[in-house]
């Protein structure tokens, strides 16, 4: 088959989750025999809007069109890009195309999935997050509550639209906090934000109405590309369960977990294993922004002291905004007990590992996939999770890992000192770690029977 895969980033440039599952089921279907092809959005401060950079990546054609997300004023200006559907035409044009897997299209343009329904080319999408339903994308309101759901787009615009009294009070309260480095929630600030929401509708009844509507329009659009799509895949029961209550009809998800290439086995680092005769070590890997739950695990290492537990933190943080508040946040813990550290190549990792008693996943939203999960599994090391998403569904408490409340510091601290009063727990726990993750070969054959699904029943429609 000739597949063209469509994703809002692709490496070397980005090499955050998604990103890396693309490129790793791209080059498992090109060593199947298939033909592979990419089309990107690439950010590239200070270059023209829409500007495309052709080459290959890997023996595989990769299409960049540069998309800085300058655009954001109104709802639909992010979602709908016009001329990189002429792009993407232009490569369903260039040779005959059996099927284009949509990995995401933030960035891209709505109507792709329409495009290639016109043209009788099936239509694969991975839900990677919960972006066709959210425009903050992972379901978390500005005061860092769990959203039940957009309800149409109605709760979008109550709470997170821009120009509600929500988003204009958590700005201020947000510049506020930066400006002082303040860690998490201050006292008064979700009763102000629930306050905000209360009055949104009698206070600015017709910048309210347009918000309904133009949110309300994002929904339709987004959950019509799901529509469009032969087959819907997702890498976990949490967020097939999440996409049904917002409307997606049972049975239309299927659910594949994400492949990981092979680790190498677990290293013996410079790290004596622990006896708590030295500072227990909790190490975070990964993207640092600000729904990862990173400033809940910075506010739980301020009940320590640094003789007792330390913090190594690795990963690119984004935006700058969150980066500059997050690191000053990091640098008001006492000397030497938080070492922040920048973006890591993927091959870097078992070394970062190597270095961890332990890893911390303290995200706040309901996460679809974990691949760090599976990676710190592999690599002998036990886990520090948030009871939220998809992790919290394979990860066994006490067993393997040690469940806190999300965004709960108090909560966090009280499973670190488990460990600091009990040391062999750790090694318990590295004894029960489960077995690794699918492999990459075998997520990229469970993809090829969809495809070939999706191809077979289109010509028998034809």
């Known amino acids: 088959m000739k597949i063209l895969y469509v994703v809002h980033g692709y490496p070397p440039t980005a090499t955050a989750g998604t990103e890396l599952c693309a490129q790793r089921l791209c080059a498992a279907m090109k060593a199947m025999g298939h033909g592979v092809s990419v089309l990107t959005r690439e950010e590239r401060p200070g270059w023209p809007e829409y500007k495309t950079l052709r080459g290959h990546l890997d023996g595989i054609r990769v299409v960049r069109v540069v998309n800085n997300f300058l655009r954001l004023d109104e709802r639909g200006r992010l979602e709908h890009h016009p001329r990189i559907e002429e792009i993407f035409e232009e490569e369903l044009g260039r040779e005959a195309t ?14 792709i999935p329409g495009i290639a329904r016109r043209r009788g080319i099936p239509v694969v999408i991975s839900l990677h997050d919960y972006w066709y339903a959210c425009p903050r994308v992972q379901l978390l309101r500005p005061d860092g509550s769990i959203c039940a759901g957009p309800d149409g787009g109605r709760n979008c615009a109550r709470y997170c639209a821009r120009g509600t009294l929500v988003s204009m009070a958590s700005a201020a309260i947000g510049r506020m906090k930066r400006a002082a480095a303040v860690a998490g929630r201050i006292p008064g600030e979700r009763a102000c934000l629930a306050a905000c929401a209360a009055v949104q509708r009698a206070v600015l009844p017709r910048r309210t109405k347009r918000l309904d509507r133009l949110y309300g329009e994002r929904f339709s659009m987004l959950m019509g590309c799901l529509a469009a799509a032969e087959a819907l895949v997702a890498p976990s029961e949490r967020a097939r369960g999440v996409y049904e209550a917002a409307g997606v009809p049972p049975g239309r998800i299927a659910v594949i977990p994400h492949g990981a290439p092979p680790f190498p086995p677990p290293a013996r680092g410079p790290l004596a294993p622990y006896d708590g005769s ?33 913090l190594q933190i690795r990963g690119r943080a984004y935006p700058d905004s969150f980066d500059r508040y997050f690191r ?28 961890f008693d332990i890893l911390a996943i303290p995200s706040l939203w309901h996460e679809t996939f974990n691949l760090v999960l599976w990676e710190a599994w592999a690599a002998g090391l036990p886990v520090l999770v948030s009871r939220a998403g998809a992790p919290a569904d394979v990860v066994r408490d006490g067993v393997d890992g040690l469940f806190f409340s999300p965004g709960d510091p108090a909560s966090l601290a009280a499973r670190i000192e488990d460990l600091l009063g009990r040391p062999a727990l750790l090694g318990e726990m590295r004894a029960n770690l489960p077995r690794p993750c699918m492999t990459l070969e075998e997520n990229a054959r469970r993809y090829e029977e969809v495809y070939r699904g999706v191809v077979e029943k289109r010509g028998v429609k034809e």
């Open 98 to 111: 059996d099927l284009v897997h949509i990995q995401h299209l933030a960035g891209c343009s709505w109507g």
């Open 278 to 310: 030295r500072p227990l070590v909790i190490g975070y890997a990964g993207t640092v922004m600000p729904h990862k739950g990173v400033i809940t695990l910075l506010q739980a290492l301020r009940r320590f002291d640094p003789s007792r537990v330390r």
């Open 328 to 355: 000053a946040v990091a640098r008001r813990l006492p000397a030497g007990q938080a070492d922040v550290g920048g973006r890591y190549r993927p091959e870097d990792l078992p070394g970062i590992l190597a270095r």
